[in-house]
């Protein structure tokens, strides 16, 4: 990478990352390989390899460690762009797949077209925090999920059962309801639910806590029924810049709930959604849509569109139902948050009977 100014500002540097190394491929204007190393992946390996020389454009695939090495590359002057290797198949699905290889196509590839990459962008430092804090709360929630369903299963395997209880009370269940046999093996489970539950509920308590501090557009989507404080949150650290979405109808099909698309001609059959996206913030959204048509939710107009959905009978209506609710809801939320409107539940139904 020694070369004079005007030669370093036509450079193209693909980087592979690996867990505790990179490669490196330099390309030059004309597309030959000038230079092929590995460094270690540290801050003060890389600030020594790219503080030095003039900006220049660098490729690397989205990873564990490409939200800082993506920040430090911008910070030392360079174009980075983070590449979605999912949505490039030459990288993908690479039958010659290794660090040397992925590094030179990530930097041919950059050289071209920058968005053949189909380039990603990370959040900030401290939304990458924050989210942290959903993730880890989520993660509690499956463990614990995971040792209910274990506990009820175990007793269910000696010809007994343990009473209905939720997964926020079930370590209050009496231990005199467990079969003696399994009384040393199970206290331990009851026990770890309870501290589960408890970091849980402090988890809960921290999100509504920054929601409130560095998140008020959150209030105005929590104006939905069906949307609290975690899923508020979860939408805006996700998605962090609504105007990335010129069109609301577009974040659907971002978080994986709009249907996949193969027409071939005048054949368009029909598929199920992508799940592309955040499985996490999907999860949630999902969760809403089955709130909102239960038989807890308000009258509103999502609901009635998705009960009619539901009505339309067949084995999976009530599943597509809810599938379809949640895109909807994804859409909704990201104009209350662009807009800053009034939620107005009847809107439609005010409009049709006026």
């Known amino acids: 990478m020694k070369q004079d100014t005007n030669k370093s500002q036509q450079l193209t540097v693909g980087m592979d990352l690996s867990d505790r190394t990179c490669h490196l491929c330099v390309l030059d204007a004309g597309g030959e390989v000038v230079e092929e190393t590995r460094l270690t992946l540290t801050e003060a390996a890389l600030r020594r390899r790219f503080e030095p020389i003039p900006a220049c454009r660098v490729a690397l695939e989205v990873g564990t460690h490409s939200p800082w090495v993506s920040r430090l590359l911008e910070s030392c002057g360079h174009e980075v762009v983070v590449a979605n290797a999912r949505k490039v198949q030459l990288i993908a699905k690479s039958k010659r797949k290794n660090d040397r290889t992925d590094a030179e196509l990530l930097a ?56 209905k209880r939720s997964a926020a009370s079930f370590h209050k269940l009496d231990p005199e309801l467990l079969p003696e046999a399994l009384r040393p093996a199970l206290a331990a489970v009851l026990e770890t639910t309870g501290q589960l539950t408890a970091r849980i509920r402090q988890l809960d308590r921290d999100i509504q806590k920054f929601a409130t501090e560095r998140y008020p557009v959150t209030a105005v989507l929590q104006q939905v029924v069906g949307v609290g404080p975690l899923t508020s949150v979860a939408f805006v650290l996700i998605l962090e810049d609504p105007q990335r979405f010129p069109k609301s109808r577009t974040v659907g099909a971002f ?67 809810v599938v379809a609710v949640a895109r909807r809801l994804a859409v909704l939320l990201h104009r209350l948050w662009v807009t800053g409107e009034a939620y107005e539940p009847l809107r439609q139904a005010g409009d049709q009977a006026a």
């Open 108 to 163: 041919r590839i950059a050289r071209l077209d920058p968005k053949l990459l189909a380039p990603i962008r990370h959040r900030g430092p401290q939304a990458q925090a924050d989210l942290a804090v959903i993730r880890s709360r989520d993660a509690l929630v499956r463990a614990r999920t995971m040792l209910v369903n274990h506990a009820r299963g175990s007793v269910k395997s000696v010809g007994a059962r343990l009473p």
């Open 255 to 321: 978080l994986g709930l709009a249907p996949s698309q193969r027409e071939s001609g005048k054949e368009q059959p029909e598929l199920r959604i992508s799940k592309e996206g955040d499985i996490l913030l999907r999860r949630l959204l999902v969760s809403a849509a089955q709130y909102i048509l239960g038989p807890f939710g308000p009258d509103t107009d999502l609901r009635r569109w998705g009960l009619k959905l539901a009505a339309r009978g067949g084995k999976n209506a009530k599943k597509r139902a």
